[in-house]
C-alpha cells in the first residue's frame, strides 16, 4: 500500500482517495481533496496559503528539522518480507510517534511561553485607548489605574516615656 503526499498540502492520500492531474510535460501532481485542487488551478502559492504544512513550517509553527522525519521519506526499493523485521518496524512506528508527539508538545510550548504577557500588554492598550466607554460622561476624573496615595503618619514621642537616672 503506497501513501502519497498532496502536492498542495502535504498531507497525505491514502489509496482510492484524491485527485491526479497530469501536465503536458508528464509531471503528475496529487492532490488529497477538490480543495487543493481548486487551489491549485488558481495558481495560488502553497508558501502563501496560511493552512498548508509548508507556510506552518516556514513561519516557525511546526517543527522543521526532526529525526523523526526522515522516517517518513519515501522509499521506492521494495524490501523483502521478513516477519520479524515487520514486527520490530511495527513497534518503533508506536514509539517514535511518542517521541514526536511530545516533541511537537514542547515545540508549541515554547512557542506560546510570551503569549500570556503579550495579550496582558494589548489588553491593557486597549483599556487605556478606550476608557472613554467605561467611563460614565458626568463622572470626575475616575482613574481605573490604582492611583498613588500619600498617607502622613505621625510617630509618638518615646521621650515622654523615659525615666531619667
Not at 15 to 32: E, L, M, S, T, Y
Request: include cysteine.
Amino acid at each position: 500500500m503506497r501513501l502519497e503526499k498532496c502536492w498542495f498540502c502535504s498531507s497525505t492520500i491514502y489509496p482510492g482517495h484524491g485527485i491526479q492531474f497530469v501536465r503536458n510535460d508528464a509531471k503528475i501532481f496529487r492532490f488529497c481533496r477538490s480543495k487543493c485542487h481548486k487551489n491549485f488551478k488558481m495558481k495560488r502559492n502553497p508558501r502563501k496559503v496560511k493552512w498548508t504544512k509548508v507556510y506552518r513550517r516556514l513561519h516557525g509553527k511546526d517543527m522543521t528539522q526532526d529525526t523523526t522525519f526522515e522516517f517518513e521519506r519515501k522509499r521506492n526499493r521494495p524490501e523483502r518480507y521478513d516477519r520479524n523485521l515487520t514486527e520490530n518496524t511495527l513497534k518503533a512506528i508506536k514509539t517514535i510517534d511518542k517521541v514526536r508527539f511530545r516533541r511537537e508538545e514542547t515545540h508549541h510550548k515554547n512557542r506560546m511561553k510570551c503569549k500570556i504577557a503579550k495579550e496582558r500588554k494589548e489588553a491593557r492598550k486597549e483599556l487605556d485607548q478606550q476608557i472613554h466607554m467605561l467611563v460614565a460622561p458626568g463622572a470626575k476624573d475616575i482613574h481605573l489605574s490604582p492611583a498613588k496615595v500619600t498617607v502622613k503618619v505621625q510617630h509618638e514621642s518615646t521621650n515622654e516615656n523615659r525615666i531619667e537616672e
